[in-house]
């Protein structure tokens, strides 16, 4: 289940880095991506957990989606953190 984790906030950290924010791991077992507005320093951090038959991202604020629409959660914090 880890690598599962990985693999969703890898692909995640791919797009938000692809819309000029900044990303890291934290947490233990690198289980949380911090993702960084560099201009505005705003920061939010997001998991990736196991729902029903699938995964969600997380993230604060009410933000939850399913792996599937990464290319939206990247969008979506992009707007969050300009």
Known sequence: MPEVR???L???AYEVEARGL??????PAESVLSVLG???RRQ???VATPV???WSYLWPG???ADVA???HVADQLFRLLR
């Open 22 to 27: 900044s990303w890291r791991f934290a947490g």
């Open 44 to 46: 939010v951090m997001v």
């Open 52 to 54: 029903a038959a699938g």
């Open 38 to 40: 560099p201009r505005t």
């Open 10 to 12: 890898a692909a995640l």
């Open 62 to 64: 009410g933000g939850m």
């Open 69 to 71: 629409e990464v290319t």
């Open 6 to 8: 990985r693999r969703h």
